[in-house]
């Protein structure tokens, strides 16, 4: 059930960002390649919610997004479209100073599960996914806040 309702929002989602020849719709996954950094794209679920994954060495697929929530899974999916994969990763040690609560949104990152950061929702716990690096759970976290004025709540 939750594949099929962030299937039929990732298709538009990467409809915008990626010409379709270079999205693959199998149905229970979807895969697709970016121009921008050369790599392929997994889209899929398993037991621990919606799976987005880069194809890295030797066929391996290596998970950077990881939630059971459908709104984060698709603010991780758009970052990723709009931005690319280099928006969403850091290259250097995140200092555990910057770990806990995210200013001005209602999200706090904590480093439970390793090699991911863990942002949770301090409003709604079911609102959690795990992130590879610490600027995609930061990201996921900013963009899924609404802002001063906003009509989202």
């Given at each position: 059930?939750?594949?099929?309702?962030?299937?039929?929002?990732?298709?538009?989602?990467?409809?915008?960002?990626?010409?379709?020849?270079?999205?693959?719709?199998?149905?229970?996954?979807?895969?697709?390649?970016?121009?921008?950094?050369?790599?392929?794209?997994?889209?899929?679920?398993?037991?621990?919610?919606?799976?987005?994954?880069?194809?890295?060495?030797?066929?391996?697929?290596?998970?950077?997004?990881?939630?059971?929530?459908?709104?984060?899974?698709?603010?991780?999916?758009?970052?990723?479209?709009?931005?690319?994969?280099?928006?969403?990763t850091d290259?250097?040690?995140?200092?555990?100073?910057?770990?806990?609560?995210?200013?001005?949104?209602?999200?706090?990152?904590?480093?439970?599960?390793?090699?991911?950061?863990?942002?949770?929702?301090?409003?709604?716990?079911?609102?959690?996914?795990?992130?590879?690096?610490?600027?995609?759970?930061?990201?996921?976290?900013e963009a899924?806040?609404?802002?001063?004025?906003?009509?989202?709540?």
């Amino acid at each position: 059930m939750l594949w099929e309702q962030f299937r039929s929002l990732a298709l538009p989602v990467l409809g915008e960002h990626f010409p379709p020849e270079l999205i693959e719709d199998n149905g229970d996954s979807i895969v697709f390649t970016s121009r921008r950094d050369f790599r392929s794209y997994v889209l899929s679920e398993d037991e621990r919610g919606i799976v987005i994954a880069y194809e890295s060495e030797r066929n391996t697929v290596v998970p950077f997004c990881i939630t059971q929530s459908l709104k984060l899974a698709a603010t991780c999916l758009t970052l990723l479209a709009r931005g690319g994969i280099a928006t969403l990763t850091d290259m250097s040690h995140t200092p555990r100073d910057l770990l806990g609560p995210v200013p001005h949104t209602a999200f706090t990152i904590s480093k439970k599960s390793l090699p991911f950061f863990d942002p949770t929702s301090t409003i709604d716990p079911a609102a959690s996914t795990k992130c590879r690096s610490f600027a995609c759970a930061r990201a996921i976290a900013e963009a899924s806040t609404p802002s001063l004025g906003s009509p989202r709540q």
